[in-house]
């Protein structure tokens, strides 16, 4: 897969991905740095850097994904090879403040483990992806039914699109096909999905 400018990179293709970005593909480290972004920001800040030294620590977890990404022997395994960098650095940022902590082997770490995150995260931004590419008319109504803080007002959703109330739901029993056929799509299904 080539890329360039208004590549539609789909969820599940990080190797084709890293390969566009190790051919100098601008438009792919944008998707990159796009994708998993969020991801290396919530671990920083997680760990406890304010939000000056995370986007410092962003930048350089950032600067060696590029110098380093043609290392990356498991392509694949991308976003495993970021939480592992932005650990790194969020534990070089804390020992040069002088509040880094070694951990005990033994200490129990009652958080979620890293690669329940990671797949719960993974996860997520797949159904994300899947949202992004309905029609226009369904991404508002899913918006408007399920993701706003809100209370839904059927009159002012049926206003704001255009529709009786009455077809509300059978409208949203169609998105949600739509969004079903995505989302088997790039592989999760109703029996493989937690």
Not at 37 to 54: K, N, P
Not at 119 to 131: E, P
């Amino acid at each position: 897969m080539t890329g360039g400018p208004g590549t539609d990179w789909q969820p599940s293709d990080d190797v084709a991905l890293v390969a566009a970005c190790l051919d100098g593909d601008a438009a792919a480290w944008e998707c990159l740095v796009d994708r998993y972004g969020r991801l290396v920001y919530a671990i920083l800040r997680r760990g406890g850097l304010a939000e000056a030294d995370a986007d410092d620590a962003f930048q350089n977890v950032f600067l060696i994904a590029y110098r380093h990404l043609g290392q990356l022997r498991e392509r694949e395994r991308l976003s495993s090879w970021l939480i592992t960098t932005a650990k790194r650095e969020l534990w070089r940022v804390g020992k040069r403040r002088g509040d880094a902590v070694e951990l005990d082997e033994a200490t129990a770490d009652e958080r979620v483990a890293v690669e329940d995150d990671v797949v719960r995260w993974d996860r997520d931004r797949l159904v994300r992806d899947a949202m992004g590419r309905l029609d226009p008319r369904c991404q508002d109504l899913l918006t408007s039914l399920f993701l706003e803080p809100a209370e839904p007002r059927y009159r002012e959703i049926a206003a704001r699109l255009g529709i009786a109330v009455g077809s509300i739901g059978p409208t949203r029993a169609r998105c949600f096909r739509k969004l079903e056929a995505l989302l088997v799509e790039v592989g999760i299904d109703r029996d493989t999905s937690p």
